[in-house]
């Protein structure tokens, strides 16, 4: 068997050598403890730094949009600037990912940062990675509305007749007119919702509307005038005209379009109507999914009376989601626009014709009950012996709520986690 080195026999068979062996190893230790510690303190600083600038990010991205475009490319640029704004102490700071979802109205922002050893670099061949995560939401309180009339003195501005009638179980019922006579029920027709804001008079029909109109409540701003409108480029149909089965897709639809006789099915996305009229006629009937008609122009206007089913959602992102029709206000021409159907209806969405009176007749259910319909319009007639029945409950559907439709409650961002 060999033996050990002189030195280390020497040392091992001295009682100095063995303490200062032993000192040096304790020393050693407390050195590299005092060390992991430094390292762990410096990271943990900059964890709770990371943590705020991501906090501060995925608030601002709320707080700023408040719905108007939950695209990622516009809430991106708002993380970045604030990322940056509140991290200038930190190095090579890399946000990860960020995450929108328009149906809770959150952002989700992810950061990390290289944390650097000092002491640790000993015992550890990379550095540590800090990260931080933080979901902001905007929390909405108050009575969403699901009729707007906007119209600030038109006697009426609401008018029902022929026994039809308006059904909002979850949301507020609204006519901006001062008029006396703003508000007209003829032929037992009824208004019943969760709360009826009317701030002029009520001509006729006063007994039938639940619940009674508030007396104190005032005229709202159009929520949706300066929602921010498509890119148009060059036509890609113009004058088009069908009349067999066929399925459309998005693109600009020049000199409006007309649909007649049987069932028209659309693939997702917007279609932009430029300079005429959206007709349907005939048998016609419109299903699509995540869908939104943009008409702007002149003539921009919907006329559909087919007698076939009307099924459509809306789109889901970009400026317009949550629109099943958005009628741009610098449009010209058209006065009216006219929806009509049989009880085959639905449509999950908003619609808004900001110039125009809405024409709404038909018999049976001109909207089948859906977790959310809204109609926006300057003035409304609705007449024939059906039920319109409209609601706001986001829980229920994929498609997102515009924030504009809860003006007059309070919205507040938050962190969530």
């Given at each position: ?194 709360g009826n804001c009317f701030v002029g008079g009520v001509n006729q029909g006063l007994t039938h509307i ?117 009628i741009d206000p610098n449009s010209s021409g058209m006065t009216k626009s006219h929806i009509s159907g ?76």
């Amino acid at each position: 068997m060999s033996k050990a080195p002189r030195f280390i026999r020497k040392m091992l068979c001295n009682e100095a050598g063995s303490l200062a062996v032993s000192f040096a190893l304790a020393s050693f230790g407390i050195l590299c403890s005092v060390g992991v510690a430094v390292d762990y303190v410096n990271w943990q600083r900059m964890q709770t730094h990371l943590q705020s600038a991501a906090d501060a990010a995925s608030l601002a991205a709320v707080q700023q949009l408040r719905g108007s475009d939950w695209s990622s490319v516009a809430v991106k640029y708002i993380v970045s600037d604030y990322v940056t704004a509140n991290t200038a102490n930190l190095q090579n700071v890399k946000v990860t990912s960020v995450t929108v979802d328009t149906k809770s109205k959150s952002v989700t922002v992810s950061l990390q940062v290289p944390g650097q050893r000092t002491f640790t670099s000993i015992f550890q061949a990379t550095d540590a990675t800090i990260v931080a995560n933080s979901t902001a939401t905007l929390k909405v309180s108050g009575q969403p509305l699901c009729v707007l009339a906007l119209n600030p003195t038109a006697a009426p501005s609401i008018s029902l007749s022929g026994g039809s009638s308006w059904i909002a179980p979850d949301c507020r019922i609204q006519s901006n007119s001062a008029a006396n006579n703003s508000v007209n029920l003829s032929g037992n027709s009824s208004i019943t919702s969760i709360g009826n804001c009317f701030v002029g008079g009520v001509n006729q029909g006063l007994t039938h509307i639940t619940p009674r109109p508030d007396a104190s409540c005032t005229a709202v701003p159009d929520p949706f005038a300066s929602v921010p409108k498509p890119v148009i480029a060059g036509c890609d149909y113009t004058n088009l005209n069908l009349n067999t089965p066929s399925t459309l897709s998005p693109g600009t639809y020049c000199g409006g379009l007309r649909l007649a006789n049987v069932e028209f099915n659309f693939n997702p996305g917007t279609y932009i109507i430029k300079d005429g009229t959206f007709v349907t006629s005939g048998a016609a009937g419109l299903v699509g999914n995540g869908v939104t008609f943009f008409l702007t122009g002149t003539n921009a206007g919907v006329t559909w009376s087919g007698g076939g089913t009307y099924n459509l959602s809306a789109t889901t992102s970009g400026p317009l989601a949550g629109f099943v029709i958005y009628i741009d206000p610098n449009s010209s021409g058209m006065t009216k626009s006219h929806i009509s159907g049989g009880g085959n209806t639905t449509y999950v969405g908003a619609m808004y014709f900001p110039k125009q009176q809405l024409i709404i007749s038909g018999t049976g259910s001109t909207a089948n009950p859906s977790p959310f319909t809204a109609l926006v319009a300057d003035t409304f007639l609705y007449s024939g012996t059906s039920t319109l029945s409209v609601g706001v409950d986001p829980t229920k559907t994929s498609v997102p709520v515009p924030s504009g439709l809860y003006v007059g409650a309070v919205d507040s961002p938050y962190i969530t986690n």
